[in-house]
């Protein structure tokens, strides 16, 4: 069956270190992948695109890299800051195109100072 | 990137009854998105609103329960039909345009059920 993972469903980090968050899917063919922060209360806000035929994209402290063979994501934010506490979500879109997003459960990321 | 405004922000029904829940976007775009989102879930997708067309509906979703309307590039609403406890659940809307573009969302509707 097709699947999206997001191994941790929380990870606490210390303030200046970097957040390693992890997205795996199964029985996908994914042409595109979405990272979106989700703050309590609010719609998932986007953060970052990364194609199929991308290794990594960066934005300011923020890092995905895509791997298609490991059929996994790794969504990094350096030198993070209680700021970033949120819960991160990544939704991939298969190669069929224009289909729905397929969103995971998210990782709740708290940042201690 | 587009605006959503959702609304209501919340509300608290009665079994049996039926809401509906309003989105507007700042500007005109073509794909119009409803998802459900239960309490440590992930998004779910109930149906893409389609200008000028039915809705398209995901698998587990009919169009009895959740009538959906998108009467033109800028709005769109989702009812909640003849309301059960197990529809309490967050709704968010989104936007946004073809091509895997990114999804724009509004802040969701909280909604219970007595």
């Known amino acids: 069956s097709q699947k999206i993972e997001q191994n941790s469903e929380a990870l606490n980090i210390q303030e200046g270190k970097t957040a390693t968050l992890t997205c795996n899917y199964t029985?996908?063919?994914?042409?595109?992948l979405q990272w979106y922060r989700q703050d309590p209360g609010r719609g998932p806000v986007f953060l970052l695109l990364i194609r199929e035929n991308e290794k990594e994209k960066r934005k300011e402290r923020l890092k995905v890299t895509f791997d298609t063979t490991l059929k996994q994501s790794l969504f990094h934010i350096t030198a993070s800051q209680p700021a970033d506490s949120a819960t991160y979500l990544c939704?991939?879109?298969?190669?069929?195109?224009?289909?729905?997003?397929?969103f995971g459960k998210g990782t709740r990321l708290s940042v201690i100072a | 990137s587009a605006v959503i405004s959702q609304k209501p922000s919340r509300d608290i029904c009665q079994r049996g009854t039926s809401l509906t829940i309003q989105c507007q976007v700042d500007s005109q775009v073509t794909m119009m998105f409803w998802y459900r989102q239960q309490p440590g879930q992930s998004l779910t997708l109930i149906a893409t609103a389609n200008q000028g067309s039915e809705a398209t509906y995901e698998s587990g979703f009919v169009i009895d329960k959740f009538p959906i309307s998108r009467p033109n590039l800028t709005f769109s609403t989702l009812t909640v039909s003849n309301m059960s406890p197990e529809d309490s659940s967050i709704y968010l809307c989104?936007?946004?345009?073809?091509?895997?573009?990114?999804?724009?969302f509004g802040d969701g509707t909280r909604l219970s059920i007595l």
């Open positions: 989104a936007a946004g345009e073809p091509s895997n573009q990114p999804q724009h």
């Open positions: 939704a991939l879109v298969t190669l069929s195109g224009n289909t729905p997003l397929v």
């Open positions: 029985n996908y063919s994914p042409a595109y």
